[in-house]
């Protein structure tokens, strides 16, 4: 049988952390077994959807590489893949299931099921209400009035009978057939609510398995129930356990230290590669191993290494992870990523730049992102007049103690042939030996001087990725502001 899966957003927003790493499992598993991965946007939340959050599901699938091989703007045998362009084929199975007579028309008002509701609690208490439509075995409503389509759910044919599931992560689940109710299939406006057009896409669409988060538990034996009552076949399940916070809470806008909108990870630097394989980490599992290419995750992803308990995000774990992959590219590839978080600081550098390619390499040592290889890149391309020096180091290392080391360092590197590493070592060293100097009295007020920083690649190593005419400059500019301070 061919793997068919599906990921189905709903455009109200952005695209959230967590349900990427659904959609990464399904995408995994169909790219593994040759099979075809759907994208369904669901944008029948009429008053939330907007087109510019369809755009940002779409922009966000493609950074991260997740190509689909049906859905919008790609298209496919079983389309349309918005569901507000399906609203006739929902209309029709409702009527199926009318006909068939596992679904009924509801002519009962908004008062008449709040007082059945407070009937129940005034005797039972809050706990348990099942609506009992009137309509239930009637059809003699007139269907030019307002009503809704409910499914018939049938009544236990004996005491403690249960419907369930075999699910590829929580093993067999099972809910209690009395706790079901007669749920609503169409709204009064003739939109599918989310079971109902969940079951109708997922069996049209011909998806064999279907994954979600474990907040959807409860409602699978209402699109089970679909299933049954028209002898369908059922898709396999995977319900995947929430990812939590830092502070184990469930995910949202508020929580601290964890961006869960996917579009500002690539605004903010990250690789797709090392978001989507810590993603994959984050409930599954493959021995001890935790860095793994998408070609890896491909062959080795499987369910039955997918935990049952939450995830809890690790911001540190990310940054490991971010930072391994980042390394792992070479620097021409580094190079042309890099440009345009360079150019948001100002900066116009080509990819081919020689200085550039020649930076990376030392730099991205300790580099977690982008953003952060941008930043760190930045002082070798920042025009001297214009270098932002960091106050705390500033005020430490250029002080007028240090002015007149800095100004036989910039004699230094101004006569040194040849102008290179091993060059510039000999000469500091002997020069630092005779004067009775140690390190300390030399390498950080000219590391400060040299970037604005306290933190930089090796000394001699900055010197001459500068170059020469750079590196003099800039540490007599440095003896200067040394000097100057009173």
Same mark, same amino acid.
């Given at each position: ?5 599906? #990921? ?23 790219? $593994? ?29 493609? %950074? ?28 029709? %199975? ?10 009924? /028309? @509801? ?6 099921? *709040? ?22 075995? /009637? ?5 030019? *009035?307002?009503?809704?389509?409910? #499914? ?19 093993? !067999? ?6 706790? *079901? $109710? ?15 057009? @969940?079951?109708?896409?997922?069996? +049209?669409?011909?998806? +064999? ?26 898709? $396999? ?46 409930? %599954? ?17 499987? %369910? ?11 911001? =540190? ?10 390394? !792992? ?66 005020? =430490? ?46 390498? *950080? ?7 604005? /920083? +306290? ?32």
């Amino acid at each position: 049988m061919t793997v068919r899966v599906r #990921f189905a957003p709903s455009p109200t927003g952005y695209l959230h952390i967590g349900g990427v790493r659904t959609a990464l499992y399904a995408w995994l598993w169909a790219r $593994q077994r040759g099979g075809q991965f759907v994208l369904r946007i669901e944008d029948t939340d009429v008053e939330r959807n907007t087109d510019d959050a369809v755009q940002v599901i779409l922009d966000a699938m493609r %950074w991260l590489g997740l190509d689909w091989d049906e859905g919008p703007e790609v298209g496919g045998p079983h389309g349309p893949y918005f569901q507000s362009q399906r609203l006739d084929l929902y209309r029709a %199975w409702a009527d199926k299931l009318v006909e068939a007579g596992h679904a009924y /028309r @509801c002519f009962a008002t908004k008062e008449e099921i *709040q007082a059945q509701r407070e009937a129940y609690e005034k005797e039972h208490g809050s706990k348990g209400f099942r609506f009992r439509s009137p309509w239930r075995d /009637r059809t003699d409503g007139d269907r030019t *009035q307002p009503h809704v389509v409910r #499914f018939k759910t049938p009544e236990p044919r004996e005491p403690g009978e249960k419907i369930g599931w075999d699910d590829l992560v929580y093993g !067999r689940v099972e809910y209690p057939l009395d706790q *079901q $109710q007669d749920f609503v299939l169409l709204r009064h406006n003739g939109l599918p609510l989310y079971n109902f057009g @969940c079951f109708v896409d997922d069996h +049209t669409m011909g998806i +064999t398995l279907v994954t979600r988060g474990d907040d959807h538990l409860v409602n699978t034996p209402m699109q089970l129930m679909l299933y049954d009552a028209l002898g369908l076949p059922r898709p $396999q399940l995977a319900h995947l356990p929430m990812v939590l916070d830092d502070r184990g809470k469930k995910l949202s806008k508020r929580s601290k230290d964890v961006g869960v909108a996917v579009l500002d990870y690539r605004d903010a630097g990250y690789l797709p590669d090392g978001l989507l394989n810590y993603l994959a980490r984050l409930g %599954w599992s493959h021995g001890d191993e935790e860095i793994f290419t998408r070609e890896e995750l491909i062959a080795k992803f499987d %369910w039955a290494n997918v935990g049952k308990t939450a995830s809890r995000w690790d911001k =540190k774990k990310l940054a490991h992870v971010q930072g391994t992959h980042l390394r !792992r590219l070479d620097d021409a590839d580094l190079g042309e990523r890099v440009v345009p978080f360079l150019r948001q600081r100002g900066l116009e550098v080509a990819p081919n730049d020689p200085r550039l390619l020649a930076a990376i390499a030392p730099v991205k040592l300790r580099a977690t992102t982008l953003a952060d290889l941008a930043a760190d890149l930045d002082y070798f391309f920042r025009d001297d007049d214009a270098l932002e020096y960091d106050e705390k180091g500033k005020r =430490k290392f250029l002080k007028p103690e240090f002015a007149g080391n800095l100004e036989r360092l910039a004699a230094i590197v101004e006569s040194a042939e040849p102008f290179d590493e091993a060059t510039l070592e000999a000469a500091t060293t002997g020069w630092m030996e005779e004067a009775g100097l140690a390190m300390k009295h030399v390498a *950080q007020p000219a590391r400060v001087a040299l970037t604005g /920083r +306290t933190r930089s690649p090796g000394l001699f190593e900055t010197i001459v990725l500068l170059g020469r005419e750079r590196a003099v400059a800039r540490l007599r500019r440095g003896a200067a502001l040394a000097q100057a301070v009173a």
